[in-house]
């Protein structure tokens, strides 16, 4: 069974950057769809962005769209969310995830049979 385990999350300024990267064990990145998510307390988990294999090519929600950019290195069993301009209401607790199944909805938290433990993302002045 695959585990994952997000890093790179922390306190930035509006306006900053910050890379999270999510890391397998157990198994590989090669499942079917890949994502990252989001969630704020009291709150739905938002699905940010995703990879479909074989296609590779990631789709963004509307509020990552222009500002983030999700990528894998199959080599290090690794994706990663790199977020630029990032804003106060981008503050969340952050999560990888992935399935083995076929899903219409590659956003849909539901989808998603693996996640990892998450990993902070503060964006404060």
């Known amino acids: 069974q695959v585990q994952l385990v997000e890093s790179g999350g922390g306190l930035v300024q509006p306006g900053g950057s910050l890379r999270l990267s999510c890391s397998a064990s157990?198994?590989?990145?090669?499942?079917?769809?890949l994502g990252w998510f989001r969630q704020v307390p009291g709150k739905e988990r938002e699905g940010m962005s995703s990879?479909?294999?074989?296609?590779?090519?990631?789709i963004y929600s509307d509020s990552a769209k222009g500002r983030f950019t999700m990528s894998r290195d199959n080599k290090k069993n690794t994706m990663y969310l790199q977020m630029n301009s990032l804003k106060p209401e981008d503050t969340a607790i952050y999560y990888c995830?992935?399935?083995?199944?076929?899903?219409?909805?590659?956003?849909?938290?539901?989808?998603?049979?693996?996640w990892g433990q998450g990993t902070q993302v503060t964006v404060s002045s």
């Open positions: 990879i479909i294999d074989p296609y590779d090519r990631p």
């Open positions: 995830a992935t399935t083995g199944r076929r899903t219409a909805t590659p956003l849909s938290p539901r989808e998603y049979d693996f």
């Open positions: 157990g198994g590989t990145l090669g499942y079917y769809a």
